[in-house]
């Protein structure tokens, strides 16, 4: 009953053997060989995107901070959701790989950045010399409180940003899991929407660790490449990158891992409602944000639940649950016996 967090589990059979078949022979590093040429023209067939730029990385961090370090320079704005990964999670990162810039919060409901919101904090900023100037517009599909931005929403977005000449970064940590919960294509859900960098999650959806950074825009890539090196996240035997993210994308395995997460968390929310449960959060994909009485949390733990705490109204306890291609319809069943 493991449900801190999806990138706490194991690593699907599939990715382990197609990294022991990476391991044969010799190849050319940094990139150069085979398998990355492989899994960046998969991607660019998968987003419709024949003129993309792709760029693997090893975590989330280097693939979001990175990319907005391409985008914004060190006297820029980069305006993002009030409890988006990059403003609570990166340690800094983001500001560092842009040398000095400012993360300014746009608020919203359930995670979301409202387009009113953000047209009225670009509008207020950036109009003295004395000011951090607009730089760019970060959005996380699948937010963190667990919903997600439809291609319409995203497009509302995006166009916010087109209005003020502003670039647009996605963080999709948890991308393929937005596609799994809304239907949509991923060309739908970014660059068709107006997004020009995706950082496209492959950890929390079960590899091993690797992200792909994927430049819609292909004006900025080879800055992107100079960071990368500069800022030592270039891999030498890329090799190893490119074939756990070519194994999630055979035979609709990133879909269908996705899919799962997201059923196990559908059925986690419909069993704790059953049982008076209530939910900070709409569940919309694999995250889940429960509000039960207090002392629950001990028992549960003390029967070998595995969960993170989160702030809660007297008397209560909060919880935020997060299942992944791993969790199984037997273990959503103990948990909810708990109650």
């Not at 899994?39 to 907005?68: I, K």
């Amino acid at each position: 009953m493991w449900f801190t967090s999806d990138n706490a589990a194991p690593v699907p059979p599939a990715v382990l053997a197609a990294l022991a078949r990476a391991n044969e022979g010799f190849t050319p590093g940094y990139g150069a060989d085979a398998l990355t040429l492989q899994v960046q023209d998969r991607l660019r067939h998968l987003f419709e995107a024949p003129e993309a730029v792709v760029h693997l990385v090893t975590t989330g961090t280097a693939a979001n901070a990175l990319a907005l370090g391409t985008l914004c320079p060190p006297w820029g704005a980069v305006f993002c959701q009030t409890e988006a990964h990059v403003a609570v999670d990166e340690c800094g990162a983001p500001e560092f790989f842009t040398h000095g810039a400012k993360l300014v919060l746009v608020d919203g409901p359930q995670g979301r950045m409202s387009p009113e919101a953000l047209r009225a904090t670009i509008a207020a900023s950036g109009q003295s010399l004395h000011n951090v100037q607009r730089g760019a517009v970060s959005i996380t599909n699948v937010t963190e409180a667990g919903t997600v931005h439809s291609a319409a929403e995203t497009a509302l977005l995006c166009a916010v940003a087109r209005d003020f000449g502003l670039p647009v970064h996605l963080d999709g940590a948890r991308f393929c899991n937005a596609v799994a919960a809304t239907g949509a294509t991923p060309a739908a859900l970014t660059w068709r929407a107006g997004v020009d960098v995706l950082s496209f999650g492959g950890t929390k959806n079960g590899l091993m660790g690797v992200e792909a950074v994927i430049f819609f825009d292909p004006a900025k890539a080879r800055e992107f490449e100079l960071r990368r090196k500069r800022g030592g996240h270039l891999l030498s035997k890329g090799r190893y990158l490119a074939a756990q993210m070519l194994a999630m994308l055979e035979d609709h395995r990133w879909l269908d891992w996705a899919a799962h997460a997201n059923g196990m968390a559908a059925r986690l929310a419909h069993g704790l409602a059953a049982k008076g449960i209530a939910l900070r959060h709409p569940v919309e994909a694999n995250i889940l944000f429960p509000i039960w009485p207090e002392g629950q949390s001990a028992r549960l733990r003390a029967a070998g639940a595995a969960f993170y705490d989160m702030p809660a109204p007297a008397g209560h306890e909060g919880a935020r649950l997060v299942t992944s291609w791993a969790t199984t319809e037997s273990e959503v069943a103990a948990f909810l016996k708990l109650f």
